[in-house]
T-cell receptor
Framework: AQSVTQLGSHVSVSEGALVLLRCNYS??????LFWYVQYPNQGLQLLLK??????LVKGINGFEAEFKKSETSFHLTKPSAHMSDAAEYFC????????????FGIGTKLQVIP | DGGITQSPKYLFRKEGQNVTLSCEQN?????MYWYRQDPGQGLRLIYY???????QKGDIAEGYSVSREKKESFPLTVTSAQKNPTAFYLC??????????FGDGTRLSIL
């Protein structure tokens, strides 16, 4: 069984500072990995996905994530936080070869301080 | 506009009452999913369907039921057997070899 662990349920950064949201996965096979963003009372929007091509994945809104197999990690970063980045972020994993069932982390709420 | 449409946005249920949450899609997705979201618990899978007239239980199916009579529609019924139904419910669809695409959710509360 696979699991997804997001370290830090709440993260605060100053506007203009680096954003780093941590995600580790456990899987017996290399998974497909995703980051989603959720604004209040809305659904989840896909930020980026890793599907065993390039290990550094660029997504929307200036976010990127790096797949590190040795660390079983897929951390999300953005060089400079904007106020509009304040939201909840979910890391998710699907077993390689299929998107049928996805396991989600518990989410990390990002607060951006002016 | 193409997308996943959930209705209503807010729903209130009386004790002992069944309620049905609507999920409609015009993206021609074969697979559809229902998740429950509670604060601090992420998303938990209730039911999913990969083709019309077929669906499987997810991790927390007790107290819920679904149907998939049409490709476009995947309604979720929260039955009176679900003792703690207050939550945010998310529907998603998926095309082949693509990540899941989500609707905007329905917030269910108990009166």
């Amino acid at each position: 069984a696979q699991s997804v662990t997001q370290l830090g349920s709440h993260v605060s950064v100053s506007e203009g500072a680096l954003v780093l949201l941590r995600c580790n996965y456990s899987s017996s096979v290399p998974p497909y990995l995703f980051w989603y963003v959720q604004y209040p009372n809305q659904g989840l929007q896909l930020l980026l996905k890793y599907t065993s091509a390039a290990t550094l994945v660029k997504g929307i809104n200036g976010f990127e994530a790096e797949f590190k197999k040795s660390e079983t990690s897929f951390h999300l970063t953005k060089p400079s936080a904007h106020m509009s980045d304040a939201a909840e972020y979910f890391c998710a994993a699907a077993v390689s070869g299929g998107y049928q069932k996805v396991t989600f982390g518990i989410g990390t709420k990002l607060q951006v301080i002016p | 506009d193409g997308g996943i449409t959930q209705s209503p946005k807010y729903l209130f249920r009386k004790e002992g009452q069944n309620v049905t949450l609507s999920c409609e899609q015009n993206l021609n997705h074969d697979a559809m999913y229902w998740y429950r979201q509670d604060p601090g618990q992420g998303l938990r899978l209730i039911y999913y369907s990969q083709i019309v007239n077929d669906f499987q239980k997810g991790d927390i199916a007790e107290g819920y039921s679904v149907s998939r009579e049409k490709k476009e529609s995947f309604p979720l019924t929260v039955t009176s057997a679900q003792k703690n139904p207050t939550a945010f419910y998310l529907c998603a669809g998926r095309a082949n070899n693509q990540p899941q695409h989500f609707g905007d959710g329905t917030r269910l509360s108990i009166l």
